[in-house]
């Protein structure tokens, strides 16, 4: 800066502003990116192969008389079979379980769950977050890294994981696990839960992924990478 | 420049060369190869080796869980299903023929005493009536009322030699099952040859079937022909478990 003064050359002098320079931050730390992809394969495999061994009892009544519910057709499913679509749901719990248990505790070790666990002061921010989503509202003014619609989402989303892992070690240990099973009605209902907490993460992943869509590829990859260019919110924090 | 925004532990970069930052995230791409290896359950012939290795995880961690003062749930009378709609479940035929009259038990393998036992002797035993939970594979499940002898008591009777490791059954149907010691040894294991108090019908197994309250309904094999004890299982563990299903099947 000195130097342009003394020599009181024009602004031609100067160096040209990097047009290569960008702003980044680093967004999802490693835990973050493996656990959730490691997750997202998980809970397709989980998914479909669930499918393929409820239909091999597509009710939630008694055996005798059967009333099926549902006929699931078989490309959805994974495994071809009731016995193959076991082994890939015994295999892939353990990574689904895994996931689950290093992303809670990366959360809750680092600090990072104030972000994004939904507490009560978040409840009204929820509407007007929703009336901007789905009803074209104004887009309400954003404090934190995620909004009160992403808290619920996220939060709900972990719930319903712990509650498929939890009604799944009663389907599978229903003996050993006894006292897991009486909160939830008993071991039969557990088959009910275990079903609906699918559902419920399911209904996750749709709306996510339209965010995904709408937010660009900076957005989704940073979720491969950890890094996010240019991120909106830096804009925001140059202007205050 | 480097600052840490506040609020949060996000580390941000202001003004950092493109390139630079290419690089930074090409090393962080690479961290997540581990769930790229994941791309091998995609491939037809790893598949099989990989998905019997889950399997293989999971049977020992039950194995681990599994504890003999652990009882299944017993039900009240009340609980129990009418006789009428407990399933005949058979994997062929639900009446292989067995002469009842003439039928006996071969019992082989680590015993002091083989050879053939009789219906009565297995009666003389102490009898246990229990109302169990008949859970199924396929997801239904059933409360039931099982009379019989404990395998524990049989087994004392042949003189068994406990520390070996399995005991393997063949049946009149050509099913065929085997059995970890310990699940054999639970005192709710049963040679079971009553249901709701009267004999085994012919589609329940007649005369003697397995009743294991603590494994997957598959391990409870009917129309029982010959028991062995042994510490080596070959290639043939169970008729399901040969096509693919967990062999500990433990609940």
């Known amino acids: 800066m000195a130097s342009g003064a003394q020599t009181g050359e024009p602004e031609a002098k100067r160096p040209e ?132 619609l992403q808290k619920l989402a996220y939060t709900a989303t972990v719930l319903c994981g712990m509650a498929s892992l939890l009604t799944g070690i009663v389907l599978y240990k229903p003996v050993q696990f006894s006292w897991l099973a009486w909160p939830m009605g008993g071991y039969h209902l557990a088959r009910l839960w275990h079903f609906v907490a699918m559902c419920g993460f399911l209904a996750f992943i749709p709306g996510h992924l339209i965010m995904v869509v709408l937010h660009g590829w900076s957005n989704f990859a940073s979720m491969l990478t950890g890094w996010k260019r240019d991120p909106e919110y830096l804009a925001r924090r140059s202007a205050e | 420049m480097c600052f840490t ?57 039950s194995g681990l869980l599994f504890r003999r003062q652990h009882r299944a749930k017993t039900f009240s009378a009340a609980d129990v299903v009418p006789f009428e709609k407990f399933p005949y479940n058979g994997y062929d035929d639900l009446d292989p023929g067995v002469d009842l009259e003439n039928w006996t038990l071969t019992v082989a393998g680590n015993v002091r005493h083989p050879g053939e036992y009789t219906l009565a002797q297995i009666q003389a035993l102490p009898k246990i009536r229990q109302n169990t939970r ?25 003189g068994a030699d406990t520390s070996s490791r399995f005991v393997t059954v063949e049946c009149a149907d050509d099913y065929y099952e085997s059995l970890d010691m310990a699940t054999a040894l639970h005192p709710q294991s049963l040679l079971c040859y009553e249901m709701y108090g009267k004999p085994l019908d012919r589609g329940h197994g007649a005369p003697l079937r397995l009743s294991l309250p603590t494994k997957l309904g598959y391990k409870s094999a009917k129309y029982l022909t010959k028991l062995s004890v042994t510490s080596v299982l070959g290639a043939e563990r169970g008729y399901w478990e040969d096509q693919g299903y967990s062999w500990y099947a433990g609940l």
């Open chain 2, 5 to 61: 925004s506040s609020g949060d532990s996000r580390t941000v970069l202001a003004s950092i060369e493109e390139k630079k930052l290419k690089r930074l995230s090409r090393r962080e791409l690479l961290k997540l190869a581990p769930v790229v290896a994941l791309g091998a359950f995609a491939v037809t012939r790893w598949q099989d080796p990989l998905l019997g290795r889950g399997v293989r995880l999971s049977d020992w961690a």
């Open chain 1, 17 to 148: 502003p990097q047009s290569n320079l960008v702003t980044a931050a680093y967004e999802h730390p490693w835990a973050i990116r493996f656990t959730h992809w490691l997750n997202a394969a998980a809970v397709f495999v989980l998914a479909a192969s669930g499918l393929r061994i409820f239909s091999a009892f597509p009710s939630f009544g008694a055996k005798i008389p059967e009333r099926d519910l549902i006929n699931i057709p078989k490309a959805l499913t994974l495994g071809g079979w009731l016995g193959g679509a076991l082994q890939w749901h015994f295999t892939f719990m353990w990574l689904f379980a895994g996931s689950g248990l290093l992303y809670i505790a990366y959360q809750l070790l680092s600090g990072h769950h104030k972000t994004v666990l939904f507490m009560p002061r978040d409840v009204k921010g929820v509407w007007p977050m929703t009336r901007h989503y789905f009803l074209f509202g104004p887009k309400p003014a954003l404090t934190e890294q995620y909004n009160a």
């Open chain 2, 134 to 158: 008949h859970v199924c594979v396929e997801g239904w499940d059933v409360i039931g009322s099982f009379g019989g002898a404990r395998i524990s008591d049989f087994l004392a009777l042949v």
